[in-house]
């Protein structure tokens, strides 16, 4: 409300001092005729200035706002990579009994093109995901969630996690599944029936990770070749990957 009371009395002051500035001109001048040339020309180039602001600066400026904060989102996806996402990715695609049919899709380098990108999304999102649970140390992976819940909070806080759909509906999964070894003080006698249970929170998150890694990787090789370089030698599909440069 003070908001807009502030807009309306600024619209005043404005349509004031034009009368005003008019007014003056008139006093120095005598010439109505001069002062109505000016007033319709300038009422004319009105819309055009609407035009230019609205359609073209307004965009731009939209445009500009709109990237700054994917900068800023991929940073929190990088982030959020370093600390949890490449070592749970490699846990839980490890124990995919048919990584390795499709693991020389993940296999990139710094001559992929975008298409190539989008055809191994494509072939992800039609893939059939499966977790072996039985391939996972359920207490290990417990472990290791339950001592990243902080640094995962912390990334929930960062008001441009809502720019990225696709990455909020990953940590909603992650947490869910983390919500549930929580609450499970022993993870070594399961009944049949909350292991699949399980299994199914771990598949959510191994489908929405792979895809959220392959965004990742594109942006990374087509803004950042030198951190592209670094994520490829430790890629968690790549079962010769090594930090080292050789």
């Not at 600066?57 to 990088?78: F, P, R, S």
């Not at 594109?218 to 968690?236: D, E, H, I, V, W």
Request: charged share 25%.
């Amino acid at each position: 409300m003070q908001q807009r009371y502030n807009y309306v009395l600024l619209g005043m002051i404005l349509l004031i001092l034009s009368v005003v500035f008019h007014y003056v001109h008139y006093i120095l001048f005598q010439d109505w005729h001069h002062l109505l040339i000016f007033l319709i020309g300038d009422i004319a180039f009105v819309p055009i200035e609407v035009l230019m602001v609205s359609l073209v600066i307004h965009h731009l400026l939209t445009e500009m706002e709109k990237k700054k904060k994917m900068e800023k989102m991929n940073m929190v996806i990088g982030t959020f990579f370093s600390e949890v996402g490449t070592r749970l990715l490699t846990v839980i695609s490890d124990a995919d009994p048919g990584l390795d049919m499709i693991r020389k899709e993940f296999i990139m380098d710094n001559n992929w093109s975008d298409n190539e990108f989008r055809s191994v999304v494509k072939s992800m999102k039609s893939y059939d995901y499966i977790v072996d649970i039985e391939k996972i140390d359920l207490q290990e992976l417990a472990r290791f969630m339950l001592s990243k819940r902080d640094f995962l909070l912390r990334l929930l806080e960062n008001p441009n996690l809502l720019e990225h759909e696709t990455f909020t509906e990953l940590m909603r999964a992650v947490f869910h599944m983390t919500e549930e070894f929580e609450c499970r003080s022993e993870l070594s006698c399961l009944p049949a029936t909350d292991m699949k249970h399980l299994e199914g929170d771990i598949k959510r998150v191994y489908v929405q990770i792979t895809l959220e890694w392959l965004y990742y990787m594109r942006y990374l090789k087509n803004n950042y070749p030198y951190l592209f370089s670094l994520a490829m030698r430790t890629n968690p599909f790549d079962t010769n990957a090594s930090p080292i440069v050789s």
